[in-house]
């Protein structure tokens, strides 16, 4: 996620087509994909279907009637990414208006037709095994939702730049100090404080850099400062956690 605060954010979804946000967290266009072929490869590779399809009483078969196996699904829903060329799936509503089996391009290559569940009953799971899958398949989703919930409530660097606001704010600070407004930065126990306490104000734009990222933040010292923050990636574990603290003003 690129948790980006500022500037229109311009977006690629699964058909190809391109929306715009303002100021807006958006999904890096490969996840959106890479979301689109598992959503489909998956649910085709275990029942044959999908949730859409089922409703509508069609699941993909081989060219015979056979059951699909796990490398035409891997095939056909690779393709899929030609398919939906330039957008609205063009490329293969062409191809499929000139196949007498109505075949995209990656239909047609994985030797894979999609045709009702009635015509094809041996191509078909037993209802008991599709419970099942699906019930396994749910209790994982639910699994990775619950992770990234987790990690979106808690492990989002605009949060962790607060924690570390909180951190500074939970050392007690010599009144008698002479350092300045504004702050002046130090490590104790491997927290990073800037010696005064502070009100933060604003979370500006990040400035991304491999695993590590910038915020610039303003904050309240008896006078507005501003500083810029910059987080390390430590792996899905351990998540983002404050490495430097720059004060400009």
């Not at 275990?46 to 056979?66: C, D």
């Not at 799971?125 to 899958?133: A, D, N, S």
Request: charged fraction near 10%.
């Amino acid at each position: 996620m690129n948790p980006a605060s500022g500037g229109d954010q311009y977006l690629f979804d699964g058909d190809g087509l391109g929306s715009t946000f303002a100021g807006a967290a958006i999904i890096h266009p490969v996840w959106l994909y890479l979301i689109a072929f598992v959503y489909f490869f998956v649910q085709e590779t275990l029942f044959g279907t999908t949730i859409g399809k089922l409703f509508l009483g069609l699941h993909v078969t081989g060219m015979h009637g056979e059951r699909l196996t796990w490398l035409a699904s891997l095939l056909r829903n690779l393709l899929r990414f030609i398919d939906m060329l330039p957008l609205l799936y063009i490329v293969g509503l062409f191809s499929s208006c000139m196949s007498p089996t109505f075949q995209r391009i990656g239909d047609r290559l994985a030797h894979t037709v999609v045709v009702p569940i009635k015509a094809t009953p041996a191509a078909s799971y037993p209802g008991p095994t599709v419970l099942k899958r699906y019930a396994i398949l749910c209790m994982i989703v639910l699994v990775m939702a619950g992770f990234c919930l987790n990690y979106m409530y808690y492990y989002r660097p605009p949060l962790v730049i607060q924690g570390w606001a909180n951190i500074n704010n939970s050392y007690q600070f010599n009144a008698q100090s002479t350092i300045p407004p504004c702050g002046k930065v130090s490590t104790i126990f491997d927290d990073i404080v800037v010696n005064r306490p502070i009100h933060l104000l604003q979370t500006k734009t990040p400035i991304w850099n491999g695993d590590a990222v910038t915020y610039p933040i303003v904050y309240a010292d008896k006078v507005t400062c501003t500083a810029n923050v910059t987080l390390h990636w430590n792996g899905f574990l351990d998540g983002w956690s404050v490495s430097s603290v720059r004060i400009d003003s």
